[in-house]
């Protein structure tokens, strides 16, 4: 009965969308599930770096808790997407709603990571799903942890020769010896740094796109007292979401 199912799906979803799509055959299903269980136990730890940074409290201890009643949590309340439908949103002891970004975080990193088709995108999904805690750690306390800058330079330039490993280097020391001694300037240091990671590995083209599409959401959607800081990276994780989604999904090689 499964196997029929699968088939049918598959071949609903092939009329829907016909090539560049490849023909899905049960294999294929079976690998898209696994690639998005995968994703949401992904989504699950970058939700909670959002989390912890927000909090002020370290990636690795203390165990899983509710943000509330710091009551810690049972091994069935971590499994990611379900736990969170099981418990309808709320902790199950003090009733405190559980922040929807954990949910949405665990389905979106699940569905980025079933259109990944080969392994030269991993280190792009890898970035943009960095990116996207950063982009809850920006948002909540205009910081987000300096391990995701570093991360994202690896990401960057690890299939760049050498010469250009070293330039990724010498870039990023550069932008921390500027903001030690200009700290009040009006980018903020990590924006900077996410700036030069996604330069590295992208054309001058691509980038004045990516940086131009993510400077005109801010202009449109950002309301905000003079002279008060706003959130960038939500905006350069989301316009560089757009812009792999396009190449990936959209633009016919």
């Not at 954990?102 to 569905?111: K, V």
């Not at 306390?141 to 330039?157: A, E, N, Q, R």
């Amino acid at each position: 009965m499964v196997p029929a199912t699968c088939q049918l799906t598959a071949r609903v979803f092939s009329r829907i969308f016909p090539p560049p799509f490849p023909e899905l055959t049960l294999e294929v299903i079976k690998l898209q599930i696994l690639l998005f269980l995968y994703g949401s136990c992904w989504g699950s730890f970058l939700a909670v770096v959002t989390s912890r940074h927000r909090h002020a409290e370290s990636i690795l201890w203390p165990a899983s808790h509710c943000d509330t009643c710091h009551t810690p949590l049972r091994y069935w309340q971590l499994i990611p997407i379900l736990s969170y439908l099981l418990v309808r949103g709320r902790c199950i002891k003090c009733t405190a709603n559980i922040p929807p970004e954990t949910f949405l975080m665990e389905i979106g990193c699940g569905l980025l990571t079933m259109i990944v088709t080969d392994g030269s995108q991993v280190s792009t999904y890898l970035l943009v799903t960095l990116w996207l805690a950063a982009a809850g750690c920006d948002q909540a306390t205009l910081t987000f942890p300096g391990w995701i800058s570093w991360t994202s330079l690896l990401l960057s330039g690890w299939h760049l020769a050498l010469p250009l490993q070293l330039l990724g280097l010498l870039g990023f020391w550069l932008i921390q010896q500027l903001y030690h001694h200009w700290p009040s300037l009006p980018l903020g240091n990590g924006d900077a740094e996410l700036l030069w990671c996604y330069g590295l590995s992208h054309s001058l083209n691509a980038s004045a796109a990516w940086l131009l599409t993510a400077c005109a959401a801010a202009l449109v959607t950002a309301s905000r007292a003079p002279h008060q800081p706003i959130a960038f990276v939500p905006y350069l994780t989301g316009s560089a979401l757009l812009w792999w989604l396009w190449s990936t999904l959209i633009t016919v090689p």
